[in-house]
């Protein structure tokens, strides 16, 4: 459906998006980056290499135990203030991690950094939402959504060039100069945001999602990694969350609301935001082990190679922002889904040996798509909210993306592991998984529309 052109965004407001992209941009990085390193700080630290993971897995954890806190910070201290205090505490955290003695150090003070890094995202989604309105979300949106996709794209190639020529330290170090200069802009430029009287936090509550969550996403990148579901660790895990999802239902001043989800489009959104961030991840772990087993490409090779994904990525999100602000979510992510097909069903047929080429084409016009498919349904979701409540929205989209994503990379990779060594065949299923999951984003975006 065709809407009004909204009035172009000022030269302060753009100022402050770009602004907010350099948390993200931070913390994206910071998710990927490391995991090359792990051999090297593992070598320099003296570590055994079944405790070194928890490196880059205490990070993830960290991200998703902090994002259920974001709603209620940013009611209570001003999202603005928020944004700055976790850019902050992420780069003081990166310099811990450079100087730490030994691993368990370095474990503790990753999972500090994760703690900041998983406010940024969506505290800086809710600074941008208050500056612009609904009507011009997509625009800013979209372009915050350029650090959230590309940044983690870029890691192993950043990660790559680090190592080969410095050590270890300066995969943290790169941070410092990062976040240093978006604060100190953050500190001219951003508004803090209003204060409002949120009463108490609840912590049983926050004791609850705190144990819940980090056991479920624990659990589920153990399956991609293993291809062995621990049972007796995510049973427990989803009841704790049930049981937090009932308390925030009676809860006069919950954590989460939820009540959010009975409004029918914020509902079909913010869901198909999981969905497709399932597929999003899921499709990146396919793309990234073609490149390192199939192609045998290094690090850095492998993040040569995808900067076509990414670019394209980048290039199309602008162009996604506007136009969901002048058409709606559900048409461009349709166009999105389609093109997702287009450009992953040949690789079902491909030899892994297939011409540079032909492979950059496809992944180009897959990049697009992901901007098309996966902005979208997240600025859908938050166009449906009052500005007031768009703290919690932006925490609970985040958490889907969280989520979906973890389980998208482990169902990924064990499709990948169970055809292992024919890697013909076990890219080929990859890349037909992709293919029939962008058929899903097409009924998602289908639901979305119905949903408008």
């Known amino acids: 459906m065709l809407t009004a052109v909204a009035a172009p965004l000022d030269r302060a407001t753009w100022r402050i998006c770009w602004i907010i992209v350099f948390g993200a941009f931070a913390s994206g990085l910071d998710a990927s980056v490391v995991t090359i390193g792990l051999d090297s700080i593992s070598s320099d630290l003296g570590a ?37 205090v976790a850019l902050a505490a992420f780069t003081v ?51 915050l959504g350029i650090a959230v996709s590309v940044a983690p794209a870029l890691g192993p190639l950043a990660g790559g060039l680090i190592l080969h020529g410095l050590s270890w330290p300066w995969l943290f170090l790169i941070n410092l100069p990062i976040g240093a200069a978006g604060l100190l802009l953050g500190l001219r430029y951003v508004p803090r945001g209003s204060r409002e009287s949120t009463g108490g936090i609840d912590f049983a509550g926050l004791a609850l999602v705190a ?29 704790v969350l ?13 954590l989460l609301d939820f009540s959010l989800y009975r ?34 490409l290094d690090f850095v090779g492998t993040g040569l190679s995808l900067l076509g994904f990414a670019g394209a990525t980048a290039a199309i999100a602008p162009v996604t922002g506007r136009a969901v602000d002048r058409y709606g979510a559900a048409p461009v992510a349709l166009a999105g ?8 069903v040949p690789f079902a047929f491909l030899p892994v040996d297939a011409p540079g080429l032909v492979v ?27 500005p007031s409540r768009l703290p919690d929205a932006a925490a609970q989209v985040t958490i889907l993306l969280r989520v979906g994503g973890s389980l998208g990379g482990a169902v990924f990779a064990v ?5 292992l060594p024919d890697v013909d065949g076990a890219f080929r299923v990859g890349f037909a998984a992709i293919s029939v999951g962008a058929v899903g984003s097409l009924g998602t975006a289908w639901l979305v529309r119905r949903a408008s």
């Open 48 to 84: 055994d290499l079944s405790v070194t993971p928890w490196v880059a897995s205490g990070y993830l954890l960290a991200l998703a135990l902090s994002l259920p806190l974001t709603g209620w910070l940013a009611r209570r201290f001003g999202a603005g203030r928020v944004w700055l």
């Open 93 to 143: 955290a990166s310099g811990l991690c450079a100087v730490a003695p030994d691993v368990v150090l370095l474990i503790v003070f990753r999972f500090l950094q994760g703690l900041a890094g998983g406010v940024l995202i969506p505290a800086g989604q809710t600074v941008l939402g208050h500056q612009v309105g609904a009507a011009r979300l997509g625009r800013v949106m979209a372009t």
């Open 211 to 239: 144990a819940g969550l980090p056991l479920v996403l624990y659990v589920v990148t153990t399956w991609g990694e293993t291809g062995r579901l621990e049972w007796p660790i995510l049973v427990p895990g989803l009841v």
């Open 242 to 254: 049930v049981w937090f999802v009932l308390r925030c239902r009676r809860h006069p001043r919950p």
């Open 263 to 296: 409004n029918r489009l914020y509902r079909a959104a913010s869901l198909a935001a999981a969905f497709n961030g399932a597929l999003i991840f899921g499709s990146g772990i396919v793309v990234t082990l073609y490149f390192q087993l199939g192609r045998h």
């Open 337 to 344: 889904a389609v093109l997702a097909v287009v450009s992953t």
């Open 360 to 386: 950059q084409v496809l992944l180009a016009g897959y990049g697009a798509s992901v901007a098309l498919v996966s902005m979208p349904m997240g600025i859908a979701a938050y166009k449906t909210v009052e």
């Open 415 to 419: 499709l990948i592991a169970r055809r």
